[in-house]
């Protein structure tokens, strides 16, 4: 199946200034987006920012009150969901027990009344680009998880949608499951060469899935950017404190740069007090007289691979989290230590609101 138009540059979805409300509430505010051809963008936010929301004003279940939803240069809003380029995949897949593996990827075609030579082909295609050959003939509780979903992708595909709308696919699935699950789904995505949306609470399906992440929060966009970005150089405080773990301090700023409390400094922007968030994997502990930032090992743990300190630092926690091997001995709680950070370009810098 080849879903690829003609110019690569425009963008396949643009989402602009989309707002909706359900009566007085504003769910969504002014959100844009725009998402080119092959891209898998993911909407990442905690539960009722308006994820789900918008993923239903793309594919038309909810008409926004103001925007414009575009697919390839083409306002949608005013277009009924069945006759809308796009394809959703549910959180439960919600294939039809009843019907075969075949079956329930020749429904769409059926209910669109195409010739049944073209619908066998079609069926064939879709079943092969989701590697289900030979599953024609089982039925839904006879496949594993991810046959099933599978089989939920090749149903959307052989409508050829232009853009994969994808609701929390993996909701259903166990953790483990869920990690072979999105790398497999990222793989089948990019092959098919398809653009897709794809909504998300959990941080680290997102890291894994996306091209660039939306995090939303409050109905509005907070930051777009590839899943390096968000993670390394978060644009605001809300997405540096949603995405991995963070600690925040409070520093002084003068002559333009902000002084940390190992005695470091740092360029900003900013005036006055502002908050300086740094990554725990951007600390080091050291024996207690190395430098002034000094505190006392309150927990310590071992979390697998990684070594995860919780050091008292005058009022402050601060969290440290080192790789075991990088240890140069193991601290102890009530260990009276040092803190550094590694790298204070690393550090990001917000006001201190
Ligand atoms: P979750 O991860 O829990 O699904 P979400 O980010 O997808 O959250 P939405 O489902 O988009 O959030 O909901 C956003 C807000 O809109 C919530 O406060 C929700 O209660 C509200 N909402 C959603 N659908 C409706 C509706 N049909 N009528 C009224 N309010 C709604």
Redo the contacts with the bound molecule.
Sequence with gaps: ISLASSDKTAPVLRVENVSKR??T?T??QSCSISVSEGEIVT?L????????????CIAGF?APEEGMILIDGHNTVPVPVNRRPVGVVFQSYALFPHLTVEGNVAYGLRMRGVPRSEISRRVADALESVSLRGFENRYPSQLSGGQQQRVAIARVLVLEPRVLLLD?PFNALDAKLRGTMQIELRELIKRLGMTAIF?T?DQEEALTMSDRIAV?QG?RIEQVAPPDEIFDRPATAYVADFIGLSNFIPCKVRDGKVTLPDGQSVATKESDTVKVMIRPHNLRVTAQGTGPWQGQVRFQRNIGPLIEYIVTAGEAEIRVVAMRQDRTRPWSEGDAISLEVIDPEYCTIYPAV
């Design positions: 359900f009566g509430f769910v969504l909407l936010g905690s539960s009722g920012c308006g994820k789900t929301t918008l993923l239903r909810w929390e909504v609470h939303m109905g």
